[in-house]
């Protein structure tokens, strides 16, 4: 008697004229599941392991000269493919920030902008007001910026700057004017 074709090749079905399939691998029980993950599990930890080991050994320097301490993101970005393990953890830790406290004063700042009585701004209103206060309380308003009196502006000698004339003329020293006129022309 002769055996089947199906008995022969248990791993193929015909599903059509000259067509074969192959079935799909027995599934894994969960502790055969569990073995497998163990195994994955310790190749990643050896592999991330060699790879710390070999950053190690390559003792970049790390003193206030190196392009590492300049600029962290640069470095990494550069050795990606040197180490690409680290590279994943470092742009995971580096863009973290340190402190909460930017934060939460951006916040306190915003509920002095949302009072009662503006409670119908627009979103993008509301954030182009906070990025404009946030840029003044960084910068700090100066409403005399203009009116300090620069060095160059009260030189002996030299170009008489358009400043210096104005407030001569404005304080009524005129004899002076004339004066810082005169040695600019000489110049």
């Not at 003792?59 to 393990?85: A, C, M, Q």
């Not at 009072?115 to 404009?132: D, F, G, M, W």
């Amino acid at each position: 008697m002769m055996p089947s074709t199906s008995d022969s090749h248990p791993s193929t079905s015909e599903s059509g004229p000259g067509i074969t399939t192959q079935s799909p691998p027995p599934a894994l029980t969960p502790e055969e599941r569990r073995e497998q993950e163990a195994r994955a599990c310790a190749e990643d930890r050896t592999a991330a392991e060699r790879e710390l080991r070999r950053y190690e050994e390559d003792n970049i320097k790390t003193d206030g000269s190196s392009e590492r301490s300049s600029d962290l993101v640069r470095f990494w970005e550069l050795h990606e493919h040197v180490y690409p393990l680290l590279f994943r953890v470092a742009m995971d830790v580096l863009p973290a920030q340190a402190s909460s406290v930017p934060c939460e004063r951006a916040f306190s700042s915003s509920k002095e902008t949302c009072a009662l009585r503006r409670n119908n701004l627009s979103p993008h209103l509301l954030e182009a007001l906070q990025v404009l206060k946030f840029k003044y309380k960084q910068e700090g308003l100066s409403f005399t910026s203009d009116l300090i009196a620069k060095p160059q502006d009260y030189s002996i000698s030299g170009e008489l700057s358009e400043h210096a004339a104005l407030e001569l003329i404005a304080a009524g020293s005129l004899g002076e004017l004339n004066d810082l006129f005169n040695n600019s022309s000489d110049s």
